[in-house]
């Protein structure tokens, strides 16, 4: 069966938009990526079951992005069906000292409900343009804090289409990394857990968090957050630098000048451009430093 047609019959069966030959540069932050044979959005998370069905029933590969603020896609796009994780699954509700948010819900505002609400623990948040799902697979932190810390459930679907819940015990999470980024599961929401504090001082740590990114990152361009994950004890954007790698460019990928472990795309960059800018930066950086970066930055698709 051609793409054209799984498109036309999934579309049938489900209240959310399904897109045919899709270019991921319109879902990634990078502005990169090639075209998904299949993009699903679902409505909720039903819809999700019945793309995951669907998709096992044609075996068709899935492929699960979020706010893909974290991602290189392909310039050859991805195989099969891209499930896009977005507004249809972001709900965000708070009792007491508790947060249960869908998997499409943006951080920034989860941060902004939970200090609205007095509760804290979630200001790292602010300036971190993920979805909670994104943020739960990739353990997301900053400030001295991770989002792994503040779980209490998280609950799953498979790709099956059954939902499933893991207590927070069942799970573990280390520096940018979490069990949950196994292949065949999709976090579909999650609760949380806050301190109770003063809006004012909440606030005021959040202030000074999102100051100091406008500060140090070059929000004004296109780009993935940090390429590489910190070494132990070290910083990936203090080794490029000493290894004089700041400002070096491929294509339409540079280095920027503002925070070295952040690669800017400067308009029309592609991902191949990025994965010889990201070798360049490797090779220079273990010859002057002895240190081999591993990306932090998920590669999908057809590479
Ligand atoms: C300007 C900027 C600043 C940033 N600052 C930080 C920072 O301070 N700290 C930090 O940790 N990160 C930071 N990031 C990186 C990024 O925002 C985080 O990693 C974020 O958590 C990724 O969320 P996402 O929804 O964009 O995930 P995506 O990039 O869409 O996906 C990331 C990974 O998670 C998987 N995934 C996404 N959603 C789901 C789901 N529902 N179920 C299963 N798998 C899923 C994807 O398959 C992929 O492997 C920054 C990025 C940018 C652009």
Redesign the pocket.
Known sequence: MTNSVLHAQLQRSIKGQVCFSEPMSKY??WRIGGPADLLVKPRDEEDLRQALVYAQHHALPV?????????LVADRGIRGMVIK?GPGLANIEIHNHIIRAG??AP?PLLARKAMQAGLAGFE?LA????????????????NGC??GELVRQVI?CDYAGNSLIFEADELTFAY?QSC??RRN????GVVLEGKPDRVEEIKERMELYLAR?RQT?P?EYP????VFKNPPGDSAGRLIELAGCKEIRVGNIQVSPRHAN?FVNLGGGTAGEVLEIVQRVQNMVEEKCGVKLVL?V?K?GDF
Do not use: C
């Open positions: 990634t932050s492929t699960i992005i979020g706010n893909g603020t974290n991602l994780i998997a499409g951080l790292f300036g971190i343009p993920g979805s909670v799902g994104g943020a739960l697979v990739m353990n997301a932190g900053a991770a989002v799953v940018r949950l980024a599961i999709i976090v579909a990114r990152q929000l780009n993935a957050g940090s952040f932090e998920q999908l």
